[in-house]
């Protein structure tokens, strides 16, 4: 199964922005965004042209990071977008947004993304009472998605799940974190998803 496993503060520099990828230290001082450091690399603090393609490449890149999906799936859940009958780059966010491991993380049993895909290969969840240790794993609206039975008792998931209790969940999930469970209401619209990515640029990325 292949992921990034370099330093995730560095993608964040890159794309200046917080991808939120190390949990509560991305909302603390010390994330390096707050504190302004510049680009990685010996060009970081250098004027860049912004050209047309290198925009494009960035959305596509920092999409990616988000969601933490690596080049050659990133572009087969393009060409699935390309295929369906909706807008392609709001059917792209809409595939990547029904990962498991992005609902475990939107659920509130982790604390960010990186760490829902852990959970999820670790088998700790289960989809309508079957489990399931594949975070590319794509829900479906009526799914139900669960902590195992003996995993229940794990200390990081309740304390995830109580950290989160004072957030509000998607629209389109219905959480309950007492009974460490959510339903999949619907597939989500562009405007409940909280990606500050142009979608649109990433498809005219790929489309030359």
Not at 76 to 97: H, Q
Not at 125 to 145: A, L, Q
Request: one cysteine or more; glycine letters at 8%.
């Amino acid at each position: 199964m292949a992921r990034y496993t370099g330093p995730v503060c560095k993608l964040c520099r890159r794309e200046k922005t917080k991808l939120f990828l190390k949990g509560t230290r991305c909302e603390s001082p010390k994330c390096p965004i707050e504190k302004g450091k510049p680009p990685p690399g010996q060009h970081g603090r250098a004027r860049v042209r912004e050209s047309e393609y290198l925009l494009q490449l960035r959305e596509k890149q920092k999409a990616k990071r988000f969601y933490g999906i690596l080049e050659k799936q990133f572009r087969s859940y393009y060409e699935e977008a390309v295929r369906s009958k909706g807008v392609t780059g709001e059917e792209l966010m809409r595939i990547c947004e029904s990962r498991l491991d992005n609902v475990v993380y939107r659920a509130g049993f982790a604390m960010n993304r990186p760490m829902g895909r852990q959970l999820v290969s670790h088998g700790h969840f289960e989809v309508n009472g079957k489990k399931v240790n594949i975070p590319s794993f794509r829900v479906k609206p009526g799914d139900t998605v669960s902590v195992r039975g003996r995993s229940r008792t794990i200390g990081r998931i309740v304390e995830n799940a109580s950290y989160a209790e004072g957030r509000p969940s998607p629209e389109w999930l219905s959480s309950n974190l007492k009974e460490l469970s959510c339903e999949v209401r619907t597939l989500p619209e562009r405007g409940q998803m909280d990606i500050p990515v142009q979608e649109q640029l990433i498809v005219e990325y790929y489309s030359k």
